[in-house]
């Protein structure tokens, strides 16, 4: 993850290796080389993918100079990446947060295990039935037709069945550490309060929607709580996204690995454009889209 970006553009190594002394530990020969159950620990993929993400804003800025964007949103870690995009944080803390709060996180899974499902095809008020009789939680809503769920995992496992039987198309367990965006988290939440607490903060400079809103952060006080909410609650993707869409936002530009959102932004609205950042092949296609005004 991330090799071919810092093998062609030095700012990409640079911040590879800034993070190494940002925190203490070689997250470059982590992402590069592995072991995939080192890189998925969460307090490994969290800076991970945050440090990609920055990486690829970095680059972006680089190739395609002049750019400007009017707001930002990530789901879940990928909320700190946009807040850091808007100025909320300095890049080095941001890399500091997501460090911790992967963490904390980790430290959450470990005192009370769980797991995760998406539930494909089955509209959101018939699966909070499902999750109220199962005892479990919705932890994301991605897109029109998935919604993830999260809790203790004997009741997902409960909750995955009662799911297909109230009509779902499937429900996939999903191979993650814990039980992300439930109460099963709980512990993180005082731990996460007080580091943000330590934490400086701007205002952004931009908008940036929140997970747990699906609506513009406020002040510094504002996010703060909105993060600390955000790690035992819904993550309300679709809407946050359908809200920018609202407010005259036609073109998306995903950054870091993978391209998850790209795919969700599609599914929510057919008529916006949305561009990917993960790695050199896609950098070129989307600098060269910008650049001959596709985008």
């Known amino acids: 993850m991330g090799r071919d970006l810092a093998q062609k553009y030095p700012t990409a190594k640079a911040w590879f290796d800034r993070s190494r002394e940002i925190l203490g530990i070689d997250l470059a020969s982590i992402c590069f080389n592995g072991p995939e159950e080192e890189l998925i620990r969460t307090e490994h993929a969290q800076p991970a993918i945050f ?7 970095q680059l972006l800025k680089e190739q395609a100079p002049g750019i400007e964007f009017q707001a930002t949103a990530g789901l879940s870690l990928g909320e700190l990446t946009a807040c850091t995009a808007a100025g909320v944080f300095a890049p080095e803390d941001g ?8 963490r904390f996180m980790q430290e959450a899974c470990e005192l009370r295990p769980g797991s995760m499902a ?8 018939k699966l909070r039935a499902v ?4 005892d479990v939680d919705i ?9 993830v769920i999260s809790g203790e995992t004997d009741k997902i496992t409960k909750a995955a069945e009662l799911a297909k039987t109230a009509g779902a198309k499937r429900a996939v367990i999903l191979p993650v550490a814990g039980a992300y965006h439930s109460r099963l988290m709980a ?8 580091m943000l607490d330590e934490m400086p903060m701007k205002k952004p400079a931009v908008t940036v929607v929140a997970n747990v809103t699906a609506r513009p952060h406020g002040d510094p006080a504002d996010i703060r709580q909105r993060l600390i909410d955000q790690v035992v609650s819904s993550i309300r993707w679709e809407e946050s ?7 005259g936002f036609s073109r998306f530009i995903e950054l870091g690995p993978g ?4 795919g969700f932004v599609k599914r929510i609205d057919k008529n916006v454009k949305v561009y990917t950042v993960a790695d050199v092949p896609s950098l070129e296609a989307t600098v060269a889209a910008l650049k001959n005004g596709a985008a």
């Open 51 to 57: 440090l990609m993400s920055w990486i690829a804003l």
């Open 95 to 102: 890399l500091k947060v997501a460090r911790q709060r992967g």
């Open 118 to 125: 998406a539930v494909l095809g089955l509209d959101e008020q």
């Open 131 to 134: 999750c109220a009789e199962a």
């Open 139 to 147: 932890a994301n809503l991605n897109c029109p037709g998935q919604i």
């Open 187 to 194: 512990s993180a939440q005082p731990k996460v309060a007080k």
């Open 241 to 247: 996204i359908r809200y920018l869409v609202s407010q």
């Open 259 to 262: 391209g998850v959102l790209t």
